[in-house]
């Protein structure tokens, strides 16, 4: 596949340069769009927040890293094309969003709008959602460790140091999956790891109806 050739062969060693495709690996971060939306209130994008679509764990990016910190803004790239931005709403259902990950994150990837935007589904693509999580109708209070562990058990060959998940306040808000950068496999991730939220009884909100 041209996709994954263009991936292997841009593998560089990593500089905290912010020179574009200089990077260690990638962190998929899926937020729990009721949390979001609860948070964001009036704010939030009415894309998804206001569409009467139940979204659950939807993409909030995917981020280049280093094994210390990461890389932003690394290319003044422009927008990606209306069409494309369209294209990922179902999986990212806020335009301002996908712009947002593509001038924050995409352009440090070292790829075209498109290859970035397909590596993002396709990483999105490799995890299972614990059935749980898909689609609740009511309100659900769980420890981070429940969840990690959900996530785990669900997705083969998960360890412990390659996901985190992230709350704020009492709300779970993310959970971060690091991954190669060519998207095959899970990866350790310390840094990533240690902003975990070990809280427990942390709230997700309930998917909205249809």
């Known amino acids: ?79 990606p094309p209306r069409r494309l931005v369209n294209s990922m709403l179902d999986i990212m259902p806020s335009r301002s969003l996908v712009r947002h990950e593509w001038d924050k994150h995409g352009t440090c990837s070292g790829l075209s709008p498109v290859d970035y935007f397909s590596a993002t589904r396709k990483a999105f693509e490799r995890i299972t959602i614990p059935s749980a999580f898909q689609e609740p109708d009511t309100a659900i209070v769980i420890d981070p460790a429940d969840l990690e562990r959900a996530f785990r058990t669900t997705n083969e060959g998960l360890a412990a140091d390659e996901i985190a998940v992230i709350c704020r306040g009492n709300r779970i808000r993310e959970v971060r999956i690091c991954m190669t950068r060519d998207l095959s496999a899970y990866r350790s991730c310390p840094e990533v790891d240690r902003n975990a939220c070990t809280k427990a009884g942390q709230r997700m909100p309930p998917v909205r109806s249809r």
């Open 1 to 79: 596949m041209a996709f994954a050739l263009l991936l292997a062969g841009s593998v560089l060693p990593a500089r905290a340069d912010g020179t574009p495709g200089s990077f260690d690996f990638y962190v998929l971060s899926l937020s729990w769009s009721p949390s979001y939306c609860a948070a964001a209130g009036d704010r939030a994008d009415k894309t998804q927040c206001d569409s009467g679509r139940p979204y659950a764990f939807v993409v909030h990016g995917l981020w280049p890293q280093y094994n210390r910190g990461y890389p932003e803004h690394c290319a003044a790239g422009g927008d």
